[in-house]
């Protein structure tokens, strides 16, 4: 009998475990906490290791021609002006070959699916029981079930992650927010992400879509790590007070919240748990080794991970082996993709007119330290980003019907 799988979270790690679970013949589960696939966000990139596993899945191609059409980077005043240019083709460029919207991404991949995957939404752990030979779960819904395996895939602010590593000090609070949603397109917008740092310590971001619409981005520093439960209302009215007199299109990005639908919005941490196992269960993805968004590394760990995590439980009967080689051949790149280059993100975020004439002066010469550090936001130092080299796994035996499925 195939071994039963549960997995929480249906973003990008959750169904990329399932996808490569249910390619070598597991029963796989999935549940999500939302009613639906939540599929805001802005462009994410995957590196090379990660382009390699999608290939293989069959989907690089459909990922490529979601190309969201972003020219590059510009730096902008407060009257919208370009204070510096990073065209796609210019060295310390953001944009990339592979720039897809996060939600974009994520349908791709449920679609790569095979239909024995359950998906169910509106549902979340509530309780977990290791008992001998399987984890006893009962969920919020009131329903019960019994599973081989679970894994924890529910991101950064995982409620998982606490029922199976419980580490006082496993989440660094990086001293920031970030926000992420959707918002209309108006005539005045471009095909450029613009970049608007304000003097109000705000920095905001307004990035094109292939979907008519802009994806906006409020990301302030805070030493609020750890706020009480948010109601969309409640992210809503945080967001308005951060953006009130912030200039540039501050007072318009806070007008169109009134519509938005679902916002990704709370204190950055990256987390580090010094162990991703207990038992029958285990972490992956952001809920494993979040990396924050200042990285730009969070979907390509996310992926390969989840490439790692299901293989390696393919490859050994005995789970404690298989999660033990997961992290001793995950581990160390996941590790080295969270560090920060020095100052970020403090380095960023301005408290006056005249830090913001040094950042965006600094932009248009491209050499300065702080811009050398805003170059590095939400992207990452660049360093150790490609070094991951796959493991060879066995050939699935359905992989004929995978790739009919991708096509
Ligand atoms: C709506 C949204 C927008 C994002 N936008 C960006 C962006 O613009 N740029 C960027 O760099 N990163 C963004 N991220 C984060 C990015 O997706 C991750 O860093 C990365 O892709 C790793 O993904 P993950 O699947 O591990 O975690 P996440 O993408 O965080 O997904 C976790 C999933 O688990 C669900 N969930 C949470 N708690 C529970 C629970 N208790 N039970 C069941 N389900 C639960 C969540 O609703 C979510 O679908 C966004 C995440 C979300 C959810």
Redesign the pocket.
């Known amino acids: 009998m195939s071994r039963r799988v549960l997995i ?7 169904p990329m475990t399932a996808y490569w679970l249910a390619r070598r013949g597991f029963d796989v589960t999935v ?4 009613d639906s696939l ?1 599929l ?3 462009n ?1 990139d995957l590196t090379d290791a990660a382009r390699d596993i999608v290939r293989m899945m069959g989907i690089e191609d459909k990922i490529k021609a979601q190309h969201t059409g972003e020219k590059g980077l510009q730096f902008v005043d407060s009257d919208g002006k370009a204070a510096a240019s990073f065209p796609t083709d210019k060295k310390g460029s953001l944009t990339r070959e592979i720039e897809i919207l ?1 939600g974009d991404l994520v349908e791709i991949i449920v679609n790569a699916n095979p239909d024995s995957v359950d998906y169910r939404f509106g549902e ?2 509530e309780e977990m029981t290791e008992t001998g030979n399987q984890v006893d779960v009962r969920f919020a819904s009131g329903k019960t079930d019994s599973f081989d395996l679970v894994i924890a ?8 992650r606490k029922m199976i590593v419980n580490e006082p000090d496993q989440e660094k609070y990086l001293g920031c927010w970030s926000s ?1 949603f959707t918002i209309p397109r108006l005539e005045r917008d471009n095909d450029w992400w613009r970049w608007y740092t304000s003097p109000t310590g705000v920095i905001a971001f307004l990035r094109p879509d292939n979907q008519g619409t802009m994806r906006a ?1 409020v990301n302030f520093l805070s030493d609020e790590s750890d706020p009480p439960h948010m109601s969309l209302e409640d992210k809503k009215d945080r967001l308005r007070a951060r953006l009130d007199g912030a200039g540039w299109e501050a007072d318009r990005i806070a007008d169109a919240l009134t519509d938005v639908e ?1 916002i ?1 919005l709370g204190p950055l941490h990256q987390i580090k748990a010094s162990r991703w196992s207990n038992g029958r269960m285990v972490l992956a ?3 494993a080794h ?1 990396p924050t ?1 200042y990285t730009g590394m ?2 390509t760990l ?1 992926v390969i991970g989840a490439y790692v995590l299901a293989n390696e439980l393919a490859e050994h009967d005995d789970h404690t082996k298989a999660f033990q080689a997961y992290e001793d051949r995950f581990r160390a790149f996941a590790e080295a993709s969270q560090k920060l280059p020095p100052g970020v993100p403090d380095l960023a975020y301005a408290n006056s007119k005249l830090k913001v004439k040094l950042i965006n002066s600094g932009a248009a010469i491209g050499a300065s330290g702080p811009v050398q550090s805003l170059i590095s936001l939400f992207t990452g130092s660049g360093k150790d980003k490609n070094d991951f080299t796959l493991p060879d796994y066995a050939e699935p035996a359905d992989k004929a019907a995978a790739d009919q499925r991708a096509a």
Do not use: H, K, L, V
């Not at 549940?31 to 939302?34: L, N, P, T, W």
């Open positions: 929480s979270g249906a973003s990008i790690s959750g549940i999500e906490r939302s939540r805001g966000g802005q994410i996060r979340t752990i895939a529910d991101g950064m602010n995982s409620s998982t992420y981005s679902d990704f993805g952001d809920a979040c968004p969070g979907t996310a």
